[in-house]
């Protein structure tokens, strides 16, 4: 595929370029496809945005595995970020900074300190959350440079996203050399894990010392990562923020299931062949997997990349056997989403009747309302845990008892603050709890890219003890180092207690109620 204009220029014009007057190196390197030249920071970090790790996934190649990305002669210019992957404006504090969606979007960027060279630094790869239906790695908030200025190389992707990254039907599977269709979206990043692999050397990093992390559907994707056999020997170490697949409210249906989803799909369009579900204009296909009571398509087993349910693999010990960070926040959802009416002891009572049924009597030891105060609190932990929370705390303890590797268990509880707009229609109070994705900025050290809240010096010390935590690891499989809080290894006691770390202003460890979760893992898994 030709390489447009733009990314190209004459070697001489690649030598230096003018930052507030001072003449500022252009960073090059040279990969398998070809020659880069990136940006380089005030701070001097090297950044190449826009970099393609895998061939366009377009007319023919949508919906398969992603294919090898062409070479290109002379210099690509690799100074402006990638398309974002097909995706409807669903989540409004997601900021771009690129020119919009394209089915040609599977691109990566890279944040490398100067002189490195040949150092060997560690890699920090970072999956983006957004319902594996939105999001992309050019947001504000998984910028790699404060973490890249830490020691490491960071490593920022895209990938397919919704009915692109997940369509399953019976003509793909035939098609198919591993008779699979479906998860082309794990499928990607595990593509620009091999990138990675292949590649990362040449900006300065270590391949034998990857790290995968992610949010909330990023965070599925590590765990999805570490379950497959197809990438789970491309990395040494994991980060999960809020969620894995041990969902009980997410269903990773069967290929057969997935299929038969597709075929639905596909007569609503006056589709009858895949060549001529290929043929329609990709946002055609967008709208119409997003109308309302339309089929959604999501992970599947679909027998290659995985053989059968995370769940089963992490639970026989298959999964990468690598040290886990992982963790999710004080109020991933809140109390009205399991909770009608007042915070009483009699509507608790109707909440917990409602959902664990005859041992609602059980569930009330471990979710108690004895005043309006603590019901909020236990509605609030409930919600939080069907949502996201559970399937986060069984991944940990189902990879602490079946890898031999550490575990570091964390509960991030430091809300955001109040919005800058102090009045008027855009203002917002400061959260009650952590909502769900408000740890991405200070985990990332990016703060200062979103200027939606009035930051304090209160935030500004968090985020230096969680990016701190996350360089460690990242750095050493182990989050401890000087200037922080002892954290220690989450494995159960002789005692039978799980200590976690409460990431806030006093970021402490703690004893992990686990009561809590013993009874809703027996719950959930005898359903």
């Excluded at 040949?118 to 790695?137: Q, S």
């Excluded at 959802?333 to 909770?339: C, H, I, T």
């Amino acid at each position: 595929m030709p390489i447009r204009s733009s990314h190209l220029t004459a070697l001489a014009l690649l030598s230096a370029f003018t930052l507030a007057g001072a003449q500022v190196p252009v960073p090059r390197v040279h990969i398998a496809n070809g020659t880069l030249a990136g940006v380089t920071a005030p701070s001097g970090i090297r950044i190449f945005k826009g970099v393609p790790f895998a061939a366009p996934p377009v007319r023919e190649l949508r919906w398969k595995p992603p294919q090898p990305a062409p070479n290109w002669s002379g210099v690509r210019m690799a100074d402006r970020f990638g398309n974002q992957c097909m995706q409807q404006r669903i989540y409004t504090d997601m900021m771009f900074r690129n020119e919009g969606i394209s089915e040609d979007c599977l691109y990566l960027n890279v944040w490398a300190p100067p002189g490195a060279a040949g150092a060997r630094l560690p890699v920090l790869v970072y999956f983006f959350g957004g319902g594996f239906i939105a999001g992309d790695g050019s947001e504000y908030r998984y910028d790699g440079e404060s973490m890249a200025r830490k020691g490491m190389i960071v490593v920022t992707t895209s990938y397919r996203l919704g009915i692109f990254g997940f369509f399953a039907h019976p003509e793909l599977t035939s098609e198919s050399p591993q008779h699979a269709s479906g998860n082309y979206t794990l499928m990607d990043q595990a593509a620009a894990l091999r990138w990675v692999r292949a590649n990362i050397a040449a900006f300065g990093g270590d391949p034998k010392r990857v790290t995968i992390a992610g949010e909330s559907a990023g965070s599925f994707a590590v765990s999805g990562q570490m379950a497959s056999p197809v990438s789970k020997d491309l990395f040494a170490g994991a980060i999960g923020e809020s969620g894995a697949f041990f969902s009980t409210v997410i269903a990773t249906p069967s290929r057969a299931e997935a299929e038969q989803n597709g075929v639905k799909f596909a007569q609503t369009m006056g589709a009858t062949s895949l060549a001529a579900l290929r043929a329609i204009p990709a946002l055609t296909l967008l709208e119409a997997s997003n109308r309302p009571g339309a089929v959604r398509f999501g992970p599947v087993v679909d027998g290659h990349f995985f053989p059968e349910s995370p769940a089963a693999i992490f639970a026989a010990g298959k999964q990468a056997r690598v040290p886990l960070l992982a963790g999710w926040n004080s109020e991933e959802s809140g109390a009205r989403a399991v909770l009608q009416g007042e915070p009483t002891p009699e509507n608790v009572s109707a909440t917990l009747t409602k959902t664990f049924g005859d041992r609602a009597a059980d569930a009330a030891k471990v979710f108690p309302a004895s005043t309006p105060e603590e019901a909020m609190r236990s509605m609030t932990e409930l919600a939080s845990d069907r949502f996201i929370g559970y399937s986060t705390w069984k991944w940990l303890d189902v990879h602490a008892k079946t890898s031999g590797q550490p575990v570091y268990r964390y509960f991030y509880s430091r809300p955001r603050p109040a919005t800058v707009a102090t009045s008027g229609p855009g203002a917002a109070p400061a959260a009650r709890g952590a909502a769900h994705s408000a740890e991405i900025e200070y985990a990332m050290g990016n703060l200062s890219l979103n200027p939606v809240y009035a930051w304090t010096p209160e935030d500004q010390k968090v985020s230096q003890t969680m990016q701190g935590y996350f360089a460690n690891f990242v750095k050493t499989g182990n989050p401890n180092g000087p200037g922080l809080p002892q954290w220690p290894v989450g494995t159960v006691g002789a005692n039978g207690e799980v200590t976690r770390m409460r990431i806030d202003v006093d970021t402490r460890a703690e004893p992990e109620p686990r009561a809590k979760y013993l009874f809703e893992d027996e719950f959930y898994t005898k359903k």
